[in-house]
């Protein structure tokens, strides 16, 4: 077996999601409450008790709601970077000193057979970062909760056979809707969220011909639509003459509430 992977959940709701390998199972964020995980897990026929690790990218609360909870319940290590844990403690209430370890910005760790790099993202939290997975010459690539896409971070995207990357808001959804305008702004910032136009230009950048498959991810229920999203990134990518479909890059909706299907990087 190869790389597996599953995005449980994606939004402003909670993120959460679930990579495996032959010897390693990890979660990445848990911001939704740990009932909730427990079920999201059930339903791709997993189990939280089995987890080696959960990697937390950021202290928003829609990627650590659950983490506390997990961490003590199953008896899970944790890995953040320092800024990140001390922002954190607060929220997550008690993990064991056995249990907290930290992950630094920038570097490659090893988890048994699998590679883990991180890079840092331009967000309002106290030091975001991301995961690039290596195992076995495939690459699975994650990146939401950015305010822009530095050529840094196309750079350390591109080749993955996967990718799960934010699309979180259409522009004019965002600007003609009812969240105050100080909200806009932050969204709209360079430590926001990407927008659909966004997100297809730097994916256009991005996708080379290992690419297989993107999710597109951290959708707002308010200011974006799953068909628009999807439109949005197929349109700019058909114009830069990025292939899609089977012969090409195949795009996958994600959902706040519900995971997608365990898909294998064979």
Request: no cysteine; hydrophobic share 40%.
């Amino acid at each position: 077996m190869s790389m597996q992977f599953s995005v449980l959940a994606s939004g402003s709701t909670g993120n959460a999601m679930y990579v495996e390998t032959d010897k390693s199972k990890i979660l990445i964020d848990a911001g939704l409450s740990g009932k909730k995980i427990e079920e999201l897990f059930l339903s791709i026929d997993r189990s939280l008790s089995d987890i080696d690790a959960i990697l937390v990218s950021h202290e928003h609360t829609d990627h650590i709601k659950g983490v506390g909870i997990v961490a003590r319940k199953y008896n899970v290590p944790v890995y953040a970077n320092e800024k990140t844990w001390k922002a954190m403690e607060s929220s997550i209430g008690p993990v064991n000193a056995e249990q907290r370890f930290h992950l630094e910005t920038g570097r490659i760790a090893t988890f048994e057979d699998v590679d883990i790099e991180t890079f840092g993202v331009s967000h309002d939290a106290a030091d975001p970062m991301f995961f690039v997975f290596h195992h076995e010459n495939k690459k699975l690539a994650i990146a939401t909760d950015m305010g822009y896409v530095s050529e840094r971070i196309k750079g350390t995207l591109k080749e993955a056979d996967a990718l799960v990357f934010e699309s979180n808001h259409d522009t004019n959804m965002l600007r003609m809707g009812k969240y105050p305008w100080n909200v806009k702004r932050r969204i709209l910032g360079d430590r926001g969220h990407v927008s659909n136009e966004d997100s297809a230009l730097a994916l256009s950048e991005i996708i080379t011909e290992r690419t297989k498959h993107v999710y597109l991810a951290h959708l707002s229920l308010d200011n974006n639509m799953k068909d628009l999203a999807r439109m949005t990134v197929e349109q700019t990518l058909a114009e830069q003459e990025v292939t899609l479909g089977h012969a090409g890059v195949q795009l996958v909706d994600t959902d706040p509430f519900s995971p997608t299907p365990l898909r294998l990087l064979s």
